[in-house]
């Protein structure tokens, strides 16, 4: 019989002072899952302490040192739930602030779906993952759609999207990689995972040097499938239906599981679902 995993007070101490000696996030939660927490409970347990006042997230409180603050990084400044984007406004549906995720409406018309997946069918392959031992793509039976990528600005529609990207999140193009389309056929997910690179793992040097860690993720619905295909927040329990014309935004700038950023594509029940993917970098990406 499973049972509610609650941090005492002793744990939280306990987390306090590893981060304070200046041992890793990682490592942390390594050394709580081998003594029998799960992922999901290590992971908020660890947020807890990093959200502590006085200390930061990678080491001891300075002197005077406010709360935590993530590294800066892309967001969407919610000053009316209306966003002017340039060529178009937006609607803001939902926003968290922890996780950072923000749902928004009418990013996309159905016109610039179409042509999107139109202009990507015969690219298609299947999708892979970052190989930990040396950063390369292989493929994992963790992702089973397929999918391809359109080089930044490849084409006037890819560029007024990548312009409308920039306006909403505060974040210049340059630092962006290219517009992953991916399509699932019925039965097609992804389990869940975090999009930033594990720095301690040696395949990741090679992804990093190429615009640094990624910040934040953008995904846009393509089309509305007949059921299942959601984005699933597992450790917050939210569920993003996939539907077109919709994005669903989120960040961690602290490329930390204490962002609470895990996630997942479910299952495509019926029908098949066709999303458009941005990945967003610290630096300028090559």
Not at 45 to 62: I, K, Q, W
Not at 88 to 97: G, H, I, K, Q
Not at 107 to 128: P, V
Not at 206 to 225: D, I, W
Request: proline share 7%; glycine share 12%; net charge negative.
């Amino acid at each position: 019989m499973s049972r509610t995993q609650t941090p005492s007070a002793a744990l939280l101490q306990w987390l306090q002072a590893q981060l304070d000696a200046g041992h890793g996030e990682p490592a942390v939660l390594e050394a709580m899952q081998a003594s029998g927490w799960t992922p999901a409970a290590a992971q908020q347990a660890l947020a807890r302490v990093t959200a502590t006042p006085g200390r930061a997230a990678s080491g001891p409180a300075a002197p005077g040192e406010g709360p935590h603050q993530p590294a800066a990084g892309p967001d969407v400044h919610l000053g009316s739930h209306v966003i002017d984007l340039g060529d178009r406004s937006a609607t803001v549906l939902m926003a968290l602030d922890t996780p950072r995720v923000v749902l928004i409406e009418g990013l996309l018309t159905d016109d610039e779906c179409e042509a999107l997946i139109e202009g990507a069918k015969g690219r298609l392959s299947r999708s892979e993952t970052v190989r930990d031992r040396d950063g390369a793509g292989e493929v994992h039976v963790a992702r089973t759609s397929s999918g391809m990528f359109y080089g930044r600005g490849e084409t006037p529609l890819i560029e007024a999207l990548e312009a409308r990207l920039a306006s909403l999140l505060g974040w210049p193009v340059e630092r962006g990689e290219g517009l992953q389309v991916l399509r699932y056929a019925p039965g097609a997910q992804y389990q869940a995972h975090h999009d930033f690179f594990d720095p301690q793992l040696p395949g990741s040097k090679a992804v990093l040097q190429r615009g640094g860690q990624r910040v934040g993720t953008v995904v846009m619905y393509l089309n509305t499938p007949e059921a299942g295909g959601a984005t699933t927040f597992p450790e917050v329990g939210l569920q993003v239906q996939a539907v077109r014309g919709r994005a669903v935004f989120f960040a961690y700038p602290d490329a930390s599981p204490a962002s609470l950023t895990l996630h997942g594509g479910a299952p495509v029940l019926a029908g098949e679902k066709w999303v458009a993917t941005k990945w967003l970098r610290q630096a300028e990406f090559r």
